[in-house]
């Protein structure tokens, strides 16, 4: 690459956790790093959604979405004594190392996916599929499954997932499958599902398939909640779907407690605000609650008055904040 830094644009810098580059660079969007990016250098102390907004030219759901998404991460948390507008940054985001360690992985018949594994050359790639017959089977089913010739990029990737990710050559061509079904058969995508299904040790058919009908159930929430909100069709962001996801697959809430849930939320803010909602049916899942007749039975308990399951003024920093 025939280029290098212009330093005399360096007037100022500001701390990136090296964590933040290693594991969610290819993963997150544009917009949430823009967003995380905006508080690595502003703060959050007095720092609203509106402001971020602004200097993005985004609306304020999409800011919500995105410190969602950062906030499920671990880059942002909650404070207590934060008051109503702050934005509640992780307080040691910025002090991440690059020293930071795991928990030993656990043993199996690979060692653990290395952060940054290099590339092989294209001689090495033609060097290890002579070695290695179900290489060779592999690049030729990638083709036909992907109605594609390969890359060198791509080559290089599905060598590095079965060589030192230590996934089967038949695990591989699932995630080619699953991949070319969604639509995403880009180099960086399969290797982020290729390196995250080693991380969680899928290295057989059947843990295969088990993943991709999670992955089927939690994409069928999404289209669920969807229709459910009349929301336009649209891909979601992660944070959107592990909100779905968790409320139909993980909780199995009603439709109708879904709806409680929404209309609370439009009524107290004048919009739909998938944090907010998640909030109010948290509590719902916090005191057993799961259809209307549960939430009729808690309300009418002595001493249930308002009909409100969690503390009015949780909802109140909500409304706040977003």
Known sequence: M????????WDGTIAVPARLVDEELRLAGALQLKVLLWLFKNGCENS????????????????????SY??????????ETAAPKELDLFE????????????PAKQAHFDPVPKRTPKPDSAFVAKRIGESEDLAVLMQEAQVTLGK???????????????D????????????????????????????????????????????DRKLRRLDESE??????????????????KAEEAFCD???????????LILEAYDRCVNATGKMNFKYIGKILEGFHQNGIKNPDDLKNETEKPGKSSGKTFETSELDKLINAF
């Open 92 to 103: 040691d985001a910025l002090q991440i190392q690059d020293s930071v360690t795991s928990e």
């Open 246 to 256: 968790n409320w139909i697959n993980v909780w199995k809430l009603s439709d109708a």
């Open 165 to 208: 990710f230590g996934l089967p050559a038949d695990v591989i061509l699932m995630i080619l499958q699953y991949a070319k079904m969604r639509g995403k058969t880009s180099t960086a995508y399969i290797e982020s599902v290729a390196r995250n299904w080693a991380e969680e040790e899928i290295f057989t058919l059947a843990q295969a």
């Open 220 to 237: 069928k929430a999404w289209q669920h909640i969807q229709s459910l909100f009349r929301i336009e069709p649209r891909h979601p962001s």
């Open 149 to 163: 010739a390969l890359s060198p990029g791509l080559s290089s990737t599905l060598i590095a997932a079965y060589d």
């Open 48 to 67: 609203t959604a509106a402001d971020i907004a602004k200097a993005l030219g985004v609306s304020v759901a999409d800011i919500a979405d995105s410190l």
């Open 70 to 79: 950062w906030q499920l991460k671990g880059y942002l948390k909650s404070s």
């Open 2 to 9: 025939d280029l290098r830094l212009n330093y005399e644009k």
